[in-house]
């Protein structure tokens, strides 16, 4: 595949927003690679997404040392897609990595120590080809390493010239709030936090927006189409090759039980009556959220992309449909 980015791919219907107090701005709708970018997977496909992407304003794209499967490949095969369609854009990206889950057997291949996170480092600069990352991120909350080893990890990965940013995911408000006081004193303030937020997943309301919005961090939600529960996808039956259909376990057919299938298509009409797909309106209601920078999707194909971008078309909610869909929701 050759390949030419749009000359218009920045007024081609993408919006910004900065994170936290920053001088940053992502794209409002970003790409994860955490599902679809593996050895597993069709890799035109997965060229056809990033390249759809990049020509509609994503400057955003989201990995992690473990993405694949297997583990790895993700930034393999995402490292193969920036050295050749996307070479010579390096500066118009905004990269992101992470490291915290299991990445390689014995005692120093998981979890957030110093150990783990510079060896990390190191592994994803290798696999993607880059010099740097514009963001790397402690994947999640080690209670059993200092919270201060972790941050100076980070730390230092910006003094090394391996990151530009760091940030954090999946951390308890209250440890958040530590984290962001260590980074800040240190002259690396915290980019962002990435934190799981949709319609059926909801305990950042809890403290982490709030933690965010007074430390000046931004926060970029993930999983906000609950891995495709939030799309008319299941309404009916469990599609081949959806993720609930595939044996990864990360969304399993249990899951898809009566009641929330109920809710689902209860959603699924008040978007038609917006105008929207579910999927639309499901990123809609988490970027209302003004602390959210970013929505963070996940694209099995290309249309998939096309319409969750196309969200950005109507963003609005009236106060009556912010309480019907708490009702639904109950
Ligand atoms: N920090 C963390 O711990 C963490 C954890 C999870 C995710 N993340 C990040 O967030 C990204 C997104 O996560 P996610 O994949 O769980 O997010 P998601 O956006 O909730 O789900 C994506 C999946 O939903 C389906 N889908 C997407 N758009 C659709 C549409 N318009 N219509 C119908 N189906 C649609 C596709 O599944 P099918 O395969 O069924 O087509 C797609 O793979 C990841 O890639 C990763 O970068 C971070």
């Not at 496909?45 to 990033?50: G, K, N």
């Not at 299941?234 to 039980?257: C, D, M, V, W």
Request: aromatic share 10%; glycine share 8%; hydrophobic share 40%.
């Amino acid at each position: 595949m050759t390949y030419t980015p749009h000359s218009n791919r920045y007024n081609n219907g993408m919006q910004y927003a900065r994170c936290g107090n920053s001088g940053v701005l992502i794209p409002r709708i970003s790409l994860g690679l955490w599902h679809n970018f593996g050895d597993v997977d069709d890799f035109s496909e997965s060229e056809r997404i990033i390249c759809y992407a990049f020509d509609h304003g994503i400057t955003h794209f989201d990995i992690a040392n473990n993405y694949g499967p297997p583990p790895g490949t993700a930034e393999i095969n995402f490292g193969k897609i920036l050295n050749t369609q996307l070479s010579g854009y390096r500066d118009e990206l905004f990269i992101s990595s992470k490291a915290g889950y299991t990445m390689w057997q014995g005692p120093y291949g998981d979890h957030g120590s110093r150990k783990y996170m510079m060896a990390s480092i190191d592994q994803s600069l290798k696999r993607t080809g880059l010099a740097y990352f514009d963001l790397f991120y402690s994947h999640r909350y080690d209670p059993n390493t200092p919270l201060e080893e972790t941050m100076q990890a980070l730390v230092d990965m910006v003094k090394q010239g391996k990151a530009l940013y760091v940030g954090i995911s999946n951390y308890p408000a209250e440890v958040a709030v530590r984290a962001y006081a260590y980074l800040a004193a240190n002259q690396t303030p915290c980019l962002l936090h990435q934190c799981k937020y949709s319609m059926l997943v909801r305990n950042v309301e809890e403290g982490n927006i709030n933690a965010c919005e007074k430390s000046g961090v931004g926060l970029i939600a993930f999983s906000s189409l609950a891995q495709g529960l939030l799309t008319n996808k299941y309404l009916h039956e469990i599609p081949q090759n959806s993720r609930a259909a595939k044996a990864t376990g990360f969304l399993q057919k249990e899951q898809i039980t009566a009641e929330v299938l109920q809710k689902i298509e209860q959603l699924n009409k008040l978007a038609a009556l917006r105008n929207q797909s579910l999927a639309q309106m499901a990123l809609a209601w988490v970027l209302r959220e003004k602390t959210i920078s970013s929505v963070i999707v996940g694209a099995s194909a290309v249309s998939q992309l096309q319409n969750n971008i196309a969200t950005l078309n109507n963003l609005d909610f009236s106060p009556t449909e912010l309480a019907q869909i708490e009702r639904i929701l109950g």
